[in-house]
């Protein structure tokens, strides 16, 4: 009799072992169970990673800029002169294609680069910047990247840009020197008294800057799709830590 009952007291505290165990992996895979704070952390960081994963590979793919109209770079309004008037000349548009295309290319090589400073940002992720981008709005981990990377970036695209329009083309001119030469004779007509009497405005965009954040803005661009679509359609939640993650937020 005393092995029996010694034995089905074996059995319940067997039992009870047992039931705090599922509850335990209850609590890891229960979709209605609170997140931990190291959760949030490694789901967010993982969103990132796959969405800047998929934008670099897709902009630095060949002509990954060019081909894309949504990032696709272009010259300045103000250059809009300069590039009517070269489309009307024989081989004038070619001139402007092959600028352009050239500029797009220095974003795409650029691309190839910005994996590892985005990653390095992501590893960096604090429990705050976490929180916050769980419950904001549906670009807040783009954001946070642009935030925390901007200046980086732009020492990485920048000088590959200015190569691209340093380049010397028709008349051994460059697009920066072609650029200079046109908003020059542009700026001494507006700063003189008849243009001041136009009013006309000079013209003062740094070339090189405005195509860098062009570039940015085209991958950031696409960083933030791929955020929208993990936040807001199921199936773009590729492993059970983003489905969990960010079915709460």
Partial sequence: MKIKFAFIGILMIVLAGCAEMQQIAKTIYD????????EIIA?????????????????????GYLKD???KILLPPEADAITKNL????????LVDKVIANINRAAS??????????????????????????TGGDNAATEYLKRTNYDALVD???????????????GNLSAQQSWDEMTGQWNKVA????????????????????????????LFLKIGETEKNI???????????????????
Avoid: H
Avoid at 43 to 63: C, F, P, R, Y
Avoid at 87 to 94: E, H, I, N, Y
């Fill in 31 to 38: 979709e209605e169970a609170p997140l931990s704070q190291s």
């Fill in 43 to 63: 789901g967010l960081k993982q969103a990132l990673i796959v969405g800047t994963d998929s934008s670099v590979a897709e902009l630095s793919g060949l002509n």
């Fill in 69 to 71: 109209e949504a990032v």
């Fill in 87 to 94: 489309s009307k000349l024989p081989g004038g548009q070619d």
């Fill in 109 to 134: 090589d650029a691309a190839k680069d910005a994996a590892p400073i985005l990653l390095n940002s992501i590893k960096q992720m604090t429990i705050q910047d976490a929180a916050g981008i769980l």
């Fill in 156 to 170: 990485l695209y920048q000088p590959k840009i200015e190569t691209s329009l340093d380049k010397k083309l028709v």
């Fill in 191 to 218: 700063g003189s008294f008849v243009g001041q009497l136009a009013d006309l405005d000079k013209v003062e965009t740094d070339l090189s800057a405005y195509l860098t954040k062009r570039a940015m803005d085209g």
């Fill in 231 to 249: 936040r807001q359609d199921p199936t773009a939640r590729v492993t059970d830590l983003l489905k969990r993650v960010f079915s709460k937020q």
